[in-house]
């Protein structure tokens, strides 16, 4: 418009249609309207899902350093209680245990293990995965612990059952295709029409076609989902012959081990700390700050007062206003305490379980090189029960694979052995398995038997039945409030513990705060 005066707004509306919003923008800059740096670095909100509302005083007893314990001790300071943690063992962390080399693993009635891993080797001998729902995700958030994918299902790793070994893929792809099979042929014959309308009819038979990679017969004569003889590239490879038959496949029991991670806790991808899952224990520590835990600090007395409670530990003794007992209800149930017949009764009312693992470093990663298994589990019907290989660090040059993880009456079976012949028997059986490559190049070992761990003496705890001593326990006895995996629907999980022990000093905090 000739004769009218250009104004900034005008100018920048020219330049942002001219070169764009970049143009525009700096332009911006260069007139000194655009903002400016920032005079400090950003800082992206990590607060925490959960959080005691309202300050309040009081000081606190928490009997155990594991990661329920921990979790109180990290919410209770939040809200500004002084809390002192008595841990029996020799470092915080309860079955939150990675071994690395340098550690030395001692367990009742057994010789000690001194553990020689290589540099960035580790075994996580207790918990080792974390579903994606789970309310420890959200703590290694709050923390600042970095995470990675756990391999929980992997159909280039195995079953082996009675005797043969075939791909996890091929046990599946057999499995869901003989199914499918039955299923498709008894709808197609009419067999479910009293369920089925015809549109129904056609929609299902179209799924199981699908689902089991059947043929226009609806026969499942096997299909390249089983894998490959020869894996397919320039041509298209040659599949697995045909599989054996439904009595065959049937008979072989592969039902339990492709069904091993259906459970709803085994959602997939799960998750792992990077570096080893004490990462965990070493964010609550920091947090919780590590001149507030006692190592070495076995409770011997528990002594509910009116106006709060008084724990004695081998060399010495302390009064807190409230006490959180995050021990195993059995090593609790041992302890001389005035809070009831009924509690006693109901911390013996679960029963320990026994759990191993052993960990085997390879100075090859013989299983992504040969196997081409790159993390996943093997299922097995040996007392191994299972075989993981690592998540991480994958073409590493040294690896450690978990040789064994099993439970009940397998688990104790290896606890009772020495260290070293656990290696032996676990390195025979995975030889089943693997060949003779398993018992080749094995650089070193560490086995836990968590029955023979002192002041916890078992993997987890089984109720028989989910009665009133459950919810009993849920509950405080005078001051003293009970925290553990083990009062959840959650046990043997760390998410079980976090939860039950923010219901605890939620329940705890409520009750200050109500207080004249």
């Known amino acids: 418009m000739e004769g009218a005066a250009l104004t900034r707004r005008g100018l920048l509306v020219g330049i942002g249609a001219a070169g764009g919003a970049g143009a525009m923008y700096a332009a911006m800059g260069a007139l000194g309207l655009a903002p400016g740096d920032q005079d400090k670095a950003f800082v992206p909100p990590r607060a925490s899902d959960f959080s005691l509302q309202g300050r309040a005083a009081g000081k606190v007893v928490i009997l155990g350093a594991g990661v329920a314990g921990l979790t109180a001790a990290y919410e209770l300071g939040k809200a500004g209680y002084d809390c002192t943690l008595l841990?029996?063992?020799?470092?915080?962390?309860g079955r939150n245990l990675t071994l690395r080399g340098g550690d030395r693993l001692t367990e009742l009635n057994g010789p000690a293990q001194q553990v020689t891993f290589g540099e960035r080797a580790y075994f996580n001998a207790g918990p080792a995965r974390?579903?994606?729902?789970?309310?420890t995700l959200d703590y290694c958030r709050e923390l600042g612990i970095p995470i990675e994918t756990f391999v929980n299902r992997n159909a280039h790793a195995y079953v082996h059952t009675s005797g043969q070994t075939v791909r996890s893929g091929a046990a599946r792809a057999d499995m869901y295709g003989y199914v499918a099979e039955l299923l498709a042929k008894a709808?197609?014959?009419?067999a479910l029409d009293k369920k089925l309308t015809r549109d129904d009819r056609e929609r299902l038979l179209e799924f199981l076609t699908r689902f089991g990679d059947l043929g226009p017969k609806l026969d499942y004569e096997g299909s390249s989902r089983r894998g490959y003889a020869e894996?397919?590239?320039?041509?298209?490879?040659a599949p697995l012959g045909a599989p054996g038959t439904l009595s065959q496949v049937l008979a072989a029991g592969t039902g339990r081990a492709i069904t091993n991670d259906f459970g709803y806790e085994q959602a997939t991808p799960m998750f792992q700390p990077v570096g080893?899952?004490?990462?965990?224990?070493?964010?609550?520590?920091?947090?919780?700050?590590a001149d507030r835990i006692r190592t070495g600090a076995q409770v011997t007395q528990i002594t509910s007062l009116a106006d709060g409670v008084e724990v004695t530990w081998r060399g010495g003794r302390m009064k807190a206003d409230y006490c959180v007992a995050t021990l195993p209800p059995h090593v609790l149930a041992k302890i001389p305490h005035n809070l009831g017949e009924p509690v006693t009764a109901a911390l013996r009312t679960p029963v320990p379980v026994a759990a191993g693992k052993i960990g085997l470093e390879y100075g090859r990663r013989w299983w992504e090189i040969e196997d081409r298994i790159y993390g996943g589990i093997t299922e097995t019907d040996l007392d191994i029960t299972h075989i993981w290989y690592p998540s991480h660090d994958y073409h590493a040059a040294r690896g450690v694979v978990v040789g064994y993880y099993n439970t009940g009456a397998e688990a104790e079976l290896y606890g009772a052995l020495t260290p070293e012949d656990r290696r032996r028997r676990a390195l025979t059986q995975g030889k089943k398995i693997h060949g003779e490559k398993y018992r080749a190049d094995v650089l070193s070992a560490a086995s836990i038997a968590w029955e023979r761990q002192e002041h916890i003496q078992g993997g987890w705890v089984r109720w028989p039945v989910i009665d009133s001593s459950f919810t009993l326990l849920q509950r405080p006895s005078a001051r003293v409030y009970f925290a553990g995996d083990w009062l959840t629907h959650l046990i043997a999980w760390q998410a079980g513990a976090m939860q039950s022990a923010r219901s605890a000093v939620t329940q705890l905090h409520q009750r200050v705060l109500r207080s004249p």
């Open 187 to 190: 709808t197609d014959l009419g």
């Open 231 to 237: 894996l397919p590239g320039l041509d298209a490879g």
């Open 130 to 135: 974390i579903a994606p729902w789970m309310v």
């Open 276 to 289: 080893g899952m004490d990462a965990i224990v070493t964010g609550l520590v920091e947090a919780v700050g």
């Open 87 to 93: 841990e029996a063992r020799g470092k915080a962390g």
